[in-house]
């Protein structure tokens, strides 16, 4: 765990520096690939929708965690709805003049390595992978049991992205160790 979570903050400034337009890029170069790789993803998705089904999950569960053609369309289209999104790193917030001509300004920078944990719902993976993305962090991430082969294959194919752009995976990252234990080390 501890080297996991070394080469996702060693990856930190590599992110943190990329200009909009490289991470708009990329976040549509993400959408195109969870298309073009849909039948993957349902399939890994099938696996978790047998076993929600052995386990007796709610149908509303049951629903939330299901993933299909259109349902991949939507998802894809968040991340192209991120990458639209104004760019958030480096905007003045704020700014003032001191009286001895010194010009102070609150500007947004990124936080560095973000750690989220959600219940069963896949699509949050590439949610929230590309929320920290566009924002210039890096995404550690842990999904709900019930979801793990459809976030595998989601996170796989973002990471395979980053790859292609000569960036590091560890950019966007599921938690290795999903027991209590591991995120109690994450938190």
Same mark, same amino acid.
Request: net charge neutral; proline share 0%; no cysteine.
């Given at each position: 765990m501890q080297e996991f979570l070394a080469k996702a903050k060693?990856?930190?400034p590599i992110v943190a520096t990329l200009d909009g337009k490289t991470k708009n890029r @990329?976040? $549509?170069?993400m959408a195109d690939a969870l298309i073009s790789n849909s039948a993957y993803i349902v399939k890994e998705n099938l696996k978790d929708m047998q076993e929600g089904e052995r386990l007796k999950l709610d149908a509303s569960l049951l629903d939330r965690l299901l993933l299909d053609a259109k349902r991949l369309e939507g998802v894809a289209q968040s991340l192209r709805d991120i990458a639209a999104l104004k760019e958030p790193v480096g905007r003045i917030l704020d700014g003032w003049i001191q009286e001895d $001509? @010194?010009?102070i300004e609150k500007v947004s920078v990124p936080i560095g390595v973000i750690g989220v944990i959600y219940e069963s719902r896949p699509n949050v993976t590439s949610d929230v992978a590309g929320l920290c993305f566009k924002s210039g962090n890096v995404a550690i991430l842990k999904g709900g049991k019930e979801a793990e082969f459809s976030n595998q294959a989601i996170a796989k194919i973002l990471q395979k992205v980053l790859v292609i752009n000569n960036l590091p995976k560890e950019l966007i990252s599921l938690l290795p160790d999903s027991s209590r234990e591991g995120v109690a080390k994450l938190i």
């Open positions: 060693a990856s930190m @990329i976040l $549509n170069e $001509n @010194i010009r």
